[in-house]
T-cell receptor, first 115, second 112 residues
């Protein structure tokens, strides 16, 4: 089946620094990748949609300059949290596709803690 | 405005009994619905889906029912097993694209 690898799984960074999260489709080409964020005990909230070779489309309320998304190839998308603050601490998940019955496969997520 | 709602944040069921997880939606443009299972610190895993042209889809112990007129879907797990304990998200997709809108999730606890 389709596999999506997301790294790192956990990262702790200092306030003001930037963190890059990678999302790779290992055995298929992903023309579209989605980035989600999940706060504790809350649902997955779509942050942005990225299509290979074009600029990402951000959801309302998501700062484009803070959450930089690059989808330069059909197998890799990156989310960079710039100038991170403690309120950016969250669980970030990507999904890539289309593949299979459900269309998109999720990565394993990244737990970001900003101290 | 929450377009997909799971009104029960948690559900506790005895092993072997049926688990019923509910989901309501408001957007009539949604035409495909999915259920995901999620363990802590992991990405969601696809369970089962249903197209809006159907009212039932079954896969092993999992059955999803869709009531379009009520804008309601449910996931039935029978018999429930302790390994089913997780958070279950329903998600909906419109015909305009592949973006998923998730419900808030229901934490299922299956007691041995």
């Amino acid at each position: 089946g389709a596999v999506v690898s997301q790294h790192p799984s956990r990262v702790i960074c200092k306030s003001g620094t930037s963190v890059k999260i990678e999302c790779r489709s290992l055995d298929f080409q992903a023309t579209t990748m989605f980035w989600y964020r999940q706060f504790p005990k809350q649902s997955l909230m779509l942050m942005a949609t990225s299509n290979e070779g074009s600029k990402a489309t951000y959801e309302q309320g998501v700062e484009k300059d803070k959450f930089l998304i690059n989808h330069a190839s059909l197998t890799l998308s990156t989310l960079t949290v710039t100038s991170a603050h403690p309120e950016d601490s969250s669980f970030y998940i990507c999904s890539a596709g289309p593949t299979g019955e459900d269309g998109y496969t999720f990565g394993s997520g990244t737990r970001l803690t900003v101290v | 405005d929450q377009q997909v709602k799971q009104n029960s944040p948690s559900l506790s069921v005895q092993e072997g009994r049926i688990s019923i997880l509910n989901c309501d939606y408001t957007n009539s443009m949604f035409d495909y619905f999915l259920w995901y299972k999620k363990y802590p610190a992991e990405g969601p895993t696809f369970l089962i889906s249903i197209s809006s042209i159907k009212d039932k889809n079954e896969d092993g112990r999992f059955t999803v029912f869709l009531n379009k007129s009520a804008k309601h879907l449910s996931l039935h797990i029978v018999p429930s097993q302790p390994g089913d304990s997780a958070v279950y998200f329903c998600a909906a997709r419109g015909n305009a694209g592949n973006m998923l809108t998730f419900g808030g999730g229901t934490r299922l606890m299956v007691k041995p």
